[in-house]
């Protein structure tokens, strides 16, 4: 199995010492976001975890504490962007961010670290020109450091366009996202980065940017040296090429506070949240109520299929 940790919040930057216990104990509990009283009781035993896919936007709390995912393959989709706080409230700064993606590569690589440039948005001041310099200010200190980078353009949701009410955000034309991405992928290629696009209906071949799969079965198989037999993830939407997996997330309990993000329905849900957050705990929100129905989540490996129950 493939751990998701995670689409819904960023574990690393607010939660790393949470997934360390759990590492420790050997197995985590995850609420049905559908039915929070359903939860699935999933076992991280390295023998079932082929692999374990990190997203963040800050993983620095992480870094010295690798050792302990010694038993797991594992690598990140790490998100830098050009927004300031305006748009990405309490993200790091710059310089911290890419001193953090550098020691993190230096550890275990670059084949293991994804650079998000992601969601693309613009505004009257982020416009394309705007960009296009601030990728290559990023891709030139990024050079040698990652190999691959996935882009997006931003979908505005109905709680999306509410977080940022107040700017002048909008959605990129289809002409727009082709001009974008052709100045985007030239760029890239000067430093050694293939870009890839997220769960885009729009193909974007002709300059040289293929559909990516941030749960990627072809990267992981490269990581492991074997073939893993697993499919497409039904639960995401169909744009999306992302295989089967776990996310052990939830949503509502990011303190980025990214003013373009799904998995946040407003900030005081937010602050909510995560006073409920108790790192010895095996939910990331809160503990097991006397309702909750507490069901062992039926966990293989891609890799043998031997069910481990």
């Known amino acids: 199995m493939i751990l998701s940790v995670s689409r819904r919040t960023d574990i690393p930057a607010f939660y790393s010492d949470w997934f360390f216990n759990r590492i420790k104990e ?8 559908m039915n929070i009283h359903q939860i699935s009781r999933i076992s991280l035993s390295p023998s ?16 010295g504490r690798l050792d302990e995912l010694k038993d797991y393959m594992y690598y990140f989709q790490f998100t830098i962007n050009p927004y300031d706080i305006k748009i990405e409230e309490y993200v790091p700064t710059k310089s ?8 993190l590569s230096n550890k275990i690589g670059p084949d293991r670290v994804i650079w998000r440039y992601d969601p693309i948005i613009l505004t009257d001041t982020l416009t394309m020109e705007y960009h296009v310099k601030y990728f290559e200010e990023l891709a030139k200190r990024l050079e ?6 996935v882009i997006s353009f931003v979908d505005l949701y109905k709680k999306t366009e509410r977080n940022l009410k107040g700017t002048t955000a909008r959605e990129l034309s289809q002409s727009e996202m082709l ?8 760029i890239a290629k000067r430093y050694g980065i293939t870009i890839q696009s997220c769960a885009e209906k729009i193909e974007l071949a002709s300059v040289g940017i293929q559909h990516g799969h941030c749960i990627d079965n072809v990267l992981i198989e490269d990581l492991l040296g074997v073939k893993l037999v697993v499919s497409k993830d039904k639960n995401q939407r169909p744009e999306c090429g992302c295989v089967q997996s ?3 997330g939830e949503y509502n309990t990011c303190k980025h506070l990214c003013k373009y993000c799904y998995a946040n329905f407003n900030a005081n849900k937010v602050h909510e949240k995560i006073m409920k957050h108790n790192s010895e705990s095996p939910l990331l929100i809160g503990e097991v109520l006397p309702e909750d129905k507490i069901t062992e989540r039926k966990i293989f490996s891609f890799i043998s299929q031997k069910c481990l129950f």
């Open 26 to 33: 050997g197995f985590l509990y995850v609420r049905n976001p």
């Open 179 to 186: 001009k974008l991405a052709t100045h985007l992928a030239l």
């Open 246 to 248: 776990i996310d052990v």
């Open 48 to 63: 079932v975890i082929d692999c374990i896919v990190f997203w963040s936007k800050n993983p620095k709390p992480m870094l």
């Open 96 to 103: 911290g961010i890419i001193d953090t993606f550098k020691e």
């Open 144 to 149: 040698g450091l990652t190999k691959t980078c």
